[in-house]
């Protein structure tokens, strides 16, 4: 009988952190664990731009480094056609699932579950009440900065608690809910168990031999208050009114990622079980402030960019769709013609065409009265068009994590290509797999 195997997908989590707090009495799941089954470390991209989580995970999909799939914004999956693990394992006669894979495209004939990331525009199969709360949680998402949802989704979203939420959980979501009225990287973890939830109840619906699970709350919370991390030794810390110094966003995450890995443990306790973080993070050198448009169509409409639609994307990213080429050239010029007061840029800008990629990449505080100019336009009071979203604490590198409930400690090399996870992952199942990229 062949051995149901789960993937979760820790974005971005620092496994030297989670030893750390293991150390100091916190994690006992994972202390367990990694005593257990030890953990390799996994190889991606050299260069800093493509250290991404929407390109690492696309390379542990589908066993293509970014120089063979090409996969440079998060949603450009949709246009390309490349194998990922779930096509692999389904064409070999295997039901699979996936709640919100980063990057990922539906391409699945008659899959359990397949529920796509917030960010990617592609099929959804679910049941009605899990659709109708994605469409909730991909504008939570959204709105993360400016902690404002339409009450359609708010409706949404709470039935979408009311029935995937486990009752085991119901102390901690509330604990989560209320915290977040002071603590507000809490609301990413609110989400991140959701997700789990709903994970484990569509597994035992639907008893699939392989799916997997991504969570990005820890990525969140590492970027913006790494800082006030314990195992962070660095020269930083953050102001009072940002993090109080009792504090540890960082553990509060890797807490619950503790807590999602024994529950689903406990819940398919005959379930092999491997965990991947992609890539990882470590403290950023310096001090840099994250803001984010509030009214994209507002703010573009105002400094006279033209478009056809705007589709707000993560934290700082916005896609401008235009209506030809030449509005594109028009769109792309004015945004880059933004400039802040001391001279720096609002805006870096990739025209792809049609449509261009815009994030909002000034890094400097944004106090009332700030101006700024649009060529020889100039305009008062940037302030009120964005909102605060963080502190930059973190960064990425290129190595990640991956751990195998299935190998023991000291069974597997030291370190591995991303580029192998496939084919590791075919290979637990006893199916035949692609040949390893490995260089």
Same mark, same amino acid.
């Given at each position: 009988?062949?051995?149901?195997?789960?993937?979760? /997908?820790? =974005?971005?989590?620092? %496994?030297?952190? @989670?030893?750390?707090?293991?150390?100091?009495?916190?994690?006992?799941?994972? &202390?367990?664990?990694?005593?257990?089954?030890?953990?390799?470390?996994?190889?991606?991209?050299?260069?800093? /731009?493509?250290?991404?989580?929407?390109?690492?995970?696309?390379?542990?999909?589908?066993?293509?480094?970014?120089? /063979?799939?090409?996969?440079?914004?998060?949603?450009?999956?949709?246009?390309?056609?490349?194998?990922?693990?779930?096509?692999?394992?389904?064409?070999?006669?295997?039901?699979?699932?996936?709640?919100?894979?980063?990057?990922?495209?539906?391409?699945?004939?008659?899959?359990?579950?397949?529920?796509?990331?917030?960010?990617?525009?592609?099929?959804?199969?679910?049941?009605?009440?899990?659709?109708?709360l994605?469409?909730?949680?991909?504008?939570?998402?959204?709105?993360?900065?400016?902690?404002?949802?339409?009450?359609?989704s708010?409706?949404?979203?709470?039935?979408? @608690?009311?029935?995937?939420?486990?009752p085991?959980?119901y102390?901690?979501?509330?604990?989560?809910?209320?915290?977040?009225?002071?603590?507000?990287?809490?609301?990413?973890?609110?989400?991140?168990?959701?997700?789990?939830?709903?994970?484990?109840?569509e597994?035992?619906?639907?008893?699939?031999?392989?799916?997997?699970?991504?969570?990005?709350?820890?990525?969140?919370?590492?970027?913006?208050?790494?800082?006030?991390?314990?195992?962070?030794?660095? *020269?930083?810390?953050?102001?009072e009114?940002?993090?109080?110094?009792?504090?540890?966003? #960082?553990?509060?995450?890797?807490?619950?990622?503790?807590?999602?890995?024994?529950? #689903?443990?406990?819940?398919?306790?005959?379930?092999?079980?491997?965990?991947?973080? &992609?890539?990882?993070?470590? *403290?950023?050198?310096? @001090?840099?402030?994250?803001?984010?448009?509030?009214?994209?169509?507002?703010?573009?409409?105002?400094?006279?960019v *033209?478009?056809?639609?705007?589709?707000?994307?993560?934290?700082?990213? %916005?896609?401008v769709?235009?209506?030809?080429?030449?509005?594109?050239?028009?769109?792309?010029?004015?945004?880059?013609?933004?400039?802040?007061?001391?001279?720096?840029?609002?805006?870096?800008?990739?025209?792809?065409?049609?449509?261009?990629?815009?994030?909002?990449?000034?890094?400097?505080?944004?106090?009332?009265?700030?101006? %700024?100019?649009?060529?020889?336009?100039?305009?008062?009071?940037?302030?009120?068009?964005?909102? %605060?979203?963080?502190?930059?604490?973190?960064?990425? =590198?290129?190595?990640?994590?991956?751990?195998?409930?299935?190998?023991?400690?000291?069974?597997?090399?030291?370190?591995?290509?991303?580029?192998?996870?496939?084919?590791?992952?075919?290979?637990?199942?006893?199916?035949?797999?692609?040949?390893?990229?490995?260089?």
């Amino acid at each position: 009988m062949q051995v149901p195997l789960l993937l979760l /997908e820790l =974005n971005e989590v620092n %496994f030297e952190f @989670v030893e750390a707090y293991a150390r100091r009495g916190a994690l006992p799941n994972f &202390g367990a664990l990694l005593r257990e089954h030890g953990y390799v470390r996994t190889r991606s991209e050299d260069k800093y /731009e493509q250290l991404e989580p929407w390109i690492q995970w696309v390379t542990a999909h589908t066993g293509r480094s970014f120089a /063979e799939h090409g996969v440079f914004r998060l949603g450009d999956i949709v246009s390309r056609d490349i194998p990922q693990i779930w096509e692999l394992l389904e064409a070999r006669g295997l039901k699979v699932g996936a709640i919100s894979p980063m990057n990922a495209k539906h391409r699945l004939r008659d899959p359990a579950f397949f529920v796509p990331d917030p960010w990617t525009r592609t099929e959804i199969t679910a049941p009605r009440t899990l659709r109708n709360l994605y469409t909730a949680l991909t504008q939570a998402v959204s709105e993360n900065a400016t902690s404002t949802i339409s009450a359609a989704s708010a409706l949404a979203l709470a039935l979408g @608690v009311a029935r995937y939420a486990r009752p085991s959980n119901y102390a901690r979501y509330t604990r989560i809910a209320l915290g977040a009225v002071r603590q507000p990287w809490l609301r990413a973890s609110f989400l991140d168990l959701l997700l789990a939830d709903v994970f484990i109840r569509e597994v035992q619906r639907t008893r699939p031999q392989f799916a997997s699970l991504f969570v990005n709350a820890a990525a969140h919370i590492q970027h913006h208050y790494m800082f006030s991390a314990a195992p962070y030794d660095g *020269p930083h810390r953050n102001p009072e009114w940002y993090v109080p110094r009792h504090l540890d966003p #960082v553990l509060d995450v890797y807490e619950l990622y503790d807590h999602i890995f024994a529950s #689903v443990r406990r819940a398919f306790p005959a379930s092999r079980i491997m965990v991947a973080t &992609g890539l990882h993070q470590d *403290p950023y050198p310096e @001090v840099k402030y994250y803001w984010r448009l509030r009214q994209h169509e507002l703010f573009l409409r105002r400094i006279g960019v *033209p478009f056809a639609s705007v589709e707000p994307l993560m934290s700082r990213d %916005f896609l401008v769709k235009c209506t030809d080429e030449s509005q594109a050239r028009s769109a792309a010029q004015r945004l880059s013609e933004a400039i802040a007061g001391d001279g720096a840029p609002l805006f870096d800008v990739d025209n792809r065409g049609v449509d261009i990629f815009a994030m909002l990449v000034y890094q400097g505080p944004i106090e009332r009265g700030f101006r %700024f100019r649009v060529g020889t336009t100039q305009y008062d009071d940037l302030h009120d068009a964005v909102a %605060f979203v963080a502190l930059k604490n973190g960064e990425h =590198n290129g190595t990640g994590y991956f751990l195998d409930t299935g190998a023991a400690k000291g069974s597997v090399p030291a370190e591995f290509p991303l580029t192998e996870m496939p084919r590791r992952i075919m290979q637990a199942l006893n199916v035949d797999g692609p040949a390893s990229q490995a260089a």
